[in-house]
Antibody
Framework: QVELVESGGGVVQPGKSLRLSCEAS????????MHWVRQGPGKGLEWVAG????????YYADSVKGRFTISRDNSRNTLHLQMNSLTIDDMGVYYC??????????????WGQGAPVTVSP | SYVLTQPPSVSMAPGQTARITCAGN??????VHWYQQKPGQAPVLVVY???DRPSGIPERFSGSNSGNTATLTISRVAAGDEAVYYC???????????FGGGTKLTVL
C-alpha cells in the first residue's frame, strides 16, 4: 500500500535553513506529481509547493516563492523541500502528499503523517 | 489569487444531514476535492472531482458543485464524523493549489 514518510523536521532559528525529505513506497513514484502542504499551530491547511512527476514543472505558494525549493529524486523515490530564510510564520507540521496525476494538478490521494518544524530563537 | 470560503463551523445532531459549503468565483467550472482531518491525524480524501468517492469512503459522503458554490453532504451524521473538512481546487490561472479555510463539524 502507499506509504509516505517525512523526515528532517526539527527546531531551527529564524533566518536559518532546513531540508525536509519524504520517502515514498507502494506506488510508481516517477509517475505522479507530489506536494508539500503545511499546517500552522491551530490553523488550516496551507499548500506550499508541488512538482510534476519528472520534476520539470514546479509550483509554489506566494508565501514561500524564492525561499523554498521543491525537488525529487526518482531513483530514490524521495521528495525534498529545501527551506531557507525561515520565519516564525513557517512553523507547523509539513505533510508530503501524492497527487493523482503526473502534472500535480489533481486530487491529493495520500498523505504522510507529517514532520514538525519549529522556528524559535 | 483564487479564494475559497468555507463556514468556520457546522453543528448537527446525530442522524441528521450536514451540508458544508465552499464558495469561489465560478467554482462550478473547476474540479473540487474534499478532505477530512481529525485531531492529530493527517487529512484523508473523502470526495474528489466534485462528487466521486475514493474506495473505503461511505456512501453517506457525497458532493455537488455548481455556479459559485460546491457542497459536501454528509447524511446520517455520527460522532465519528466529527472533524475539520477542507475543500481544494487547482487554480489554473496562477498554477497553485488552493484550500478553503476549513469547516469544523460538531456532532451534538
Amino acid at each position: 500500500q502507499v506509504e509516505l514518510v517525512e523526515s528532517g523536521g526539527g527546531v531551527v532559528q529564524p533566518g536559518k535553513s532546513l531540508r525536509l525529505s519524504c520517502e515514498a513506497s507502494g506506488f510508481r513514484f516517477s509517475g505522479v506529481g507530489m506536494h508539500w502542504v503545511r499546517q500552522g499551530p491551530g490553523k488550516g491547511l496551507e499548500w506550499v509547493a508541488g512538482t510534476s512527476n519528472d520534476g520539470t514543472k514546479k509550483y509554489y505558494a506566494d508565501s514561500v516563492k524564492g525561499r523554498f525549493t521543491i525537488s525529487r529524486d526518482n531513483s530514490r523515490n524521495t521528495l525534498h523541500l529545501q527551506m531557507n530564510s525561515l520565519t516564525i510564520d513557517d512553523m507547523g507540521v509539513y505533510y508530503c502528499a501524492k497527487d493523482r496525476s503526473y502534472n500535480a494538478q489533481r486530487r491529493l490521494e495520500n498523505w504522510g503523517q507529517g514532520a514538525p518544524v519549529t522556528v524559535s530563537p | 489569487s483564487y479564494v475559497l470560503t468555507q463556514p468556520p463551523s457546522v453543528s448537527m445532531a446525530p442522524g441528521q444531514t450536514a451540508r458544508i459549503t465552499c464558495a469561489g468565483n465560478n467554482i462550478g467550472l473547476k474540479s473540487v476535492h474534499w478532505y477530512q482531518q481529525k485531531p492529530g491525524q493527517a487529512p484523508v480524501l473523502v470526495v474528489y472531482d466534485d462528487s466521486d468517492r475514493p474506495s473505503g469512503i461511505p456512501e453517506r459522503f457525497s458532493g455537488s458543485n455548481s455556479g459559485n458554490t460546491a457542497t459536501l453532504t454528509i447524511s446520517r451524521v455520527a460522532a465519528g464524523d466529527e472533524a475539520v473538512y477542507y475543500c481544494h481546487v487547482w487554480d489554473s490561472d496562477n498554477d497553485q493549489v488552493v484550500f478553503g479555510g476549513g469547516t469544523k463539524l460538531t456532532v451534538l
